[in-house]
């Protein structure tokens, strides 16, 4: 009797420590991609003077280069290229994409209205 309640003891310790390592890291990426997304939402509202209005979307992303966490926003009067800040110790407009429908349309880089190149 004493050895089946060591057995469950053992394996209810072992099922917490398995289900710790494996949410661990998804809570870790979830919150950070939160984080960054928040930090370039309150960027582009306080410093830079957006409207909430002319934001149609900021997304925190967890990607497999370096750096492991940036931003992407889409506005609302462009709505096919997708701009990614860095939100790190500073923020930092550092690029853009065309999403598929912009490089269909011809979008070029000299007709993008939030596009500021950073040096």
């Not at 990426?29 to 984080?35: F, P």
Request: aromatic letters at 14%; glycine letters at 4%; proline letters at 3%.
């Amino acid at each position: 009797m004493v050895e089946i309640k060591k057995r469950r003891v053992l394996l209810i310790f072992m099922a917490i420590i398995i289900i710790t390592v494996v949410i661990t890291p998804v809570i870790y990426v979830q919150v950070n991609k939160y984080k960054y997304a928040d930090r370039v939402t309150n960027y582009l509202l306080e410093e830079e003077k957006y409207s909430r209005e002319e934001i149609e979307s900021v997304k925190g992303v967890w990607g497999k280069k370096l750096p492991s966490f940036y931003t992407l926003v889409i506005f609302k009067d462009e709505p096919y290229v997708e701009y990614v800040y860095f939100a790190h110790s500073e923020i930092i407009q550092f690029d853009y994409r065309l999403t598929e429908e912009g490089e269909e349309k011809g979008v070029a880089k000299s007709k993008l209205k939030h596009y500021v190149p950073h040096n």
